[in-house]
């Protein structure tokens, strides 16, 4: 699974992209701790505590966000799919 990190996150994950490999169906919840697991610093800003992703960050799955999502962050994926985190943006 590709999850695709934007804006300030992008460089604490090391770039755009982090390949996720786990057996699919996979809960987001799941493969987005795979994909911080070994990123203390991305963890950092996108974890509340463990399972708890913090009130700001968004994350969509294949561009809908996850809280539309019939199971929430518990809704499964497969390997094709695509997930998008971002943090809180501002602007004008």
Request: proline share 11%; charged share 15%.
């Amino acid at each position: 699974m590709h999850v695709n990190f934007y804006a300030t996150l992008r460089p604490l994950a090391g770039g755009k992209t982090i390949e996720v490999s786990l057996p699919t169906p996979a809960p987001v919840l799941r493969v987005l701790q795979a994909a911080t697991q070994d990123k203390p610093d991305l963890a950092a800003e996108m974890w509340q505590a463990p399972g708890a992703l913090k009130s700001h960050i968004k994350v969509f799955v294949n561009g809908r966000q996850s809280v539309h999502l019939p199971a929430g962050l518990e809704t499964p994926v497969q390997a094709e799919d695509t997930l998008d985190v971002f943090p809180p943006v501002g602007g004008g």
